[in-house]
């Protein structure tokens, strides 16, 4: 192997290029330190500024970007994904053409958050999407002017995805929120007391919006060609061509739990990485910030961005300044998580022929069957395809109340060259 | 041709020419319902997070197992899917 090339050093390694993890770069800068931003995605922006052909981002995304770009001492690699973790300060990477070995002093994680997807009857047809996946999607340049789309599920991003799929040309037929009407309403009357967010309210006027209607299920042959909706016990089809379904966010903690940091144990809660009040996790040198600790929303991400690229260079008395901020959106996310929290009768989502591990092909049938993740790993490979469990161990968490397994590397498929690089380099990066 | 605002590649031995900087997970989507994988159970499966996290729209780049939502269109590479495998 190409020593040269398989292994590289940097003060401050940043994992995800989002709006924490760039706070966190530009906050750090003027420290001097050597930083190094890595994101998995095209672009740096994460999901909610994520960039493409159709993608507007907003003047302070950009303003970011620009500000971190001017950084001589900031390095942001995109394409860029972990693939393991070798020995105390180094991680395995791998972009689109070769592996190599990161050494680091301090590591900051801004992993994000992912969807909640939720199996229901026909969730595995072309033509189903994730919401704030089909947000993506579009944003990427997926083509869909004049479809038919419903969008379901729970939370603030089934708006933002039915806005992305308008201005693409689509006709939003129904936006189906499965919180009541009560909470969602209750939920925009706090809004005025976050000015930056009372647009929101606004968009809650969508006359498609209906509050406490719940998806039954998706059908059609091939693909998608009608969805089934239920409000007030009344199931209603609507003909379409698309179905977009989010339940919410899970906080993206494998790499964290990989290194040994400690999760937060909030009652009820998805888990999280716990931090401490300059965004430390319980594991030293390693930092958090943003949707992994936590899922709070961009503008929360970005003063714990701040507050972490602050800290993980000892300015600690500056970071100080900026917890006000925190906690004030600490309280919104509170209200979000509150007003939209889920119903227990999604739990009668899934029939039993409806798969819960799309990896796999686990049906749901045969996971009540089973104790909890130990037994279900061992009777039917359930979370051990391609996803990790990433997409059926929240939903297995939700469903059948199942603590998410404990993440083992590789954190994603790895090429075969990219790990045998790293048992090339393993004996002489040993400290 | 390509051009500035295009770019050409080779989709399950099909020339496709599509907008410059979109993912492959979009151009995917050309020839409906724009299937990426096969499951173990046969299933048809498109994208669906988006977002690098469920991993269906998993393909072949160039002999190199890539995610096309993670994968920006680029000229001359060849891709595919494994899903229209014995009707071409």
Known sequence: MNSERDVSNTELLIIGAGPAGLAAALAAAPSGAHITVIDDNIAPGGQIWRDGPAAALPAQALRLRESVARCANVRVRCGTRVISVVGANALLLEDAEHGWTQHFTRLILCTGARELLLPFPGWTLPGVTGAGGLQALIKAGLPVRGERIVIAGSGPLLLAAAATARKAGARVLRVAEQASLGNVAAFAAQLRRWPSKAMQALTLADPSYRAGTQLVAAQGRQQVESVQLRQMGRTSTIVCERVASGFGLVPNTQLGQLLGCALSTSKGAAQALKVDALQATSVPGIFAAGECTGVGGAESALVQGRIAGLAAVNETRAAQAFWPERARWKTFAGLLNHHFALDPALRQLPQADTLVCRCEDVTHGALTQCGGWMDAKLHSRCGMGACQGRVCGAAAQFLYGWTPPVPRPPLSPARIATLLGDLADAPKDKP | ?88
């Open chain 2, 1 to 88: 041709m390509t051009s500035a605002t295009h770019v050409e590649f080779t989709l399950d031995g099909q020339a496709l020419r599509v907008p410059a900087g979109i993912s492959l997970a979009a151009a995917l989507a050309v020839h409906r319902p724009g299937c990426a994988r096969i499951s173990v159970s046969g299933e048809a499966r498109a994208p669906l997070c988006g977002m690098g996290i469920c991993q269906e729209c998993r393909v072949l780049v160039d002999g190199k197992r890539r995610l096309a939502c993670q994968t920006l269109c680029q000229d001359g590479m060849t891709v595919d899917t494994g899903t229209r495998a014995g009707q071409t």
